[in-house]
């Protein structure tokens, strides 16, 4: 069965600190692809990043970066300086073969920046 | 520009009536979803469909239904059998695979009244 999980439901930092939002993830399938995205108080979903299988490099794009391990089966979301703006509930996911390539939902993870 | 159009953006119905949510891409994607987002929760599918007349039932179908009958449409219809409509419903658009992930609109928020 594929799953994800969230575990933090809510975090608040204050603006300016670093902050990582945690991932894991269950599949036996040996491709998949995982995702994150971003939904601010508007309400629309907000593609994030992609990251397939295959490719354990982690990202960086801006304050953005993302730690991808096979071997514990995270992908987690670090967010650095980080500012109001960034105030959003925060979806991983993830897609496989066996999940019929519809997207398996965390639960999200509530970020709360303080200025 | 491409994307997602969903209307109306706010939505109020009185109980015991149908009403649909209106869905449209002009991405050229097959696939087409709809999600039910209640207060402080995730999302949850309602339908999806990867061509046209064509679709599936999702985790909490029931009190939905849809149509496909366009590649760019995907209408979701919330009847009267749905005992809590109150949600906010999102519909988002994929390749076949989905492996590129979902575009998304910006939502309906249904209030029944």
């Known amino acids: 069965a594929q799953k994800v999980t969230q575990a933090q439901t809510e975090i608040s930092v204050v603006e300016k600190e670093d902050v990582t939002l945690d991932c894991v993830y269950e599949t036996r399938d040996t491709t998949y692809y995982l995702f994150w995205y971003k939904q601010p108080p508007s309400g629309e979903l907000v593609f994030l990043i992609r990251r397939n299988s295959f490719d354990e490099q982690n990202e960086i794009s801006g304050r953005y970066s993302w730690n991808f391990q096979k071997s514990t089966s995270s992908f987690n979301f670090t967010i650095t300086a980080s500012q109001v703006v960034d105030s959003a509930v925060y979806f991983c996911a993830l897609i496989t073969r066996g999940s019929n390539y519809q997207l398996i939902w965390g639960a999200g993870t509530k970020l709360i920046i303080k200025p | 520009d491409g994307g997602i159009t969903q209307s109306p953006k706010y939505l109020f119905r009185k109980e015991g009536q149908n009403v649909t949510l209106s869905c449209e891409q002009n991405l050229n994607h097959d696939a087409m979803y709809w999600y039910r987002q209640d207060p402080g929760q995730g999302l949850r599918l309602i339908y999806y469909?990867?061509?046209?007349?064509?679709?599936q039932k999702g985790d909490i179908a029931e009190g939905y239904s849809v149509s496909r009958e366009k590649k760019e449409s995907f209408p979701l219809t919330v009847t009267s059998a749905q005992k809590n409509p109150t949600a906010f419903y999102l519909c988002?658009?994929?390749?076949?695979?989905?492996?590129?992930?979902?575009?998304f609109g910006s939502g309906t928020r249904l209030t029944v009244v």
């Open positions: 988002a658009s994929s390749h076949t695979a989905g492996n590129y992930g979902y575009t």
């Open positions: 469909s990867q061509i046209v007349n064509d679709f």
